[in-house]
């Protein structure tokens, strides 16, 4: 079993920037593949963001790319999210999930296993 716990939402400026953490349990946190998404009130979730167990791959969203980065310590077990030139749209639940087998990049959205409760991102204009 593993658990994701999220960090670092919060209310801010648009313009500002925030840094979201997900610590994750588990011994083989290294062969995670690890994504971000993120929910609006009303909205369908939809992918920010994803990495690979060793790094060497991301992938981002249009709506987000040049603007976050996604990155991961895998002696922390821990995966970041950098958000930069925040707008209002971004605001949302953000979440973390774990694709546990890690055999497809990026993964398809049923392959991912674990999920986190989520961190809520404010933006105000």
């Known amino acids: 079993q593993v658990q994701l716990v999220e960090s670092g939402g919060g209310l801010v400026q648009a313009g500002a920037s925030l840094r979201l953490s997900c610590a994750a349990s588990?011994?083989?946190?290294?062969?995670?593949?690890m994504g971000w998404f993120r929910q609006a009130p009303g909205k369908e979730r939809e992918f920010v963001a994803v990495?690979?167990?060793?790094?060497?791959?991301?992938r981002y969203a249009d709506s987000v790319k040049g603007r976050f980065t996604i990155s991961r310590d895998n002696a922390k077990n821990t995966v970041y999210l950098e958000m930069s030139s925040l707008k209002p749209e971004d605001t949302a639940v953000y979440s973390c999930?774990?694709?546990?087998?890690?055999?497809?990049?990026?993964?398809?959205?049923?392959?991912?296993?674990?999920w986190g409760q989520g961190t809520q991102v404010t933006v105000s204009s």
């Open positions: 588990g011994r083989t946190f290294s062969s995670y593949v």
């Open positions: 990495i690979s167990g060793g790094s060497r791959w991301t």
């Open positions: 999930a774990a694709d546990s087998d890690g055999l497809l990049f990026p993964p398809r959205r049923n392959e991912y296993d674990y």
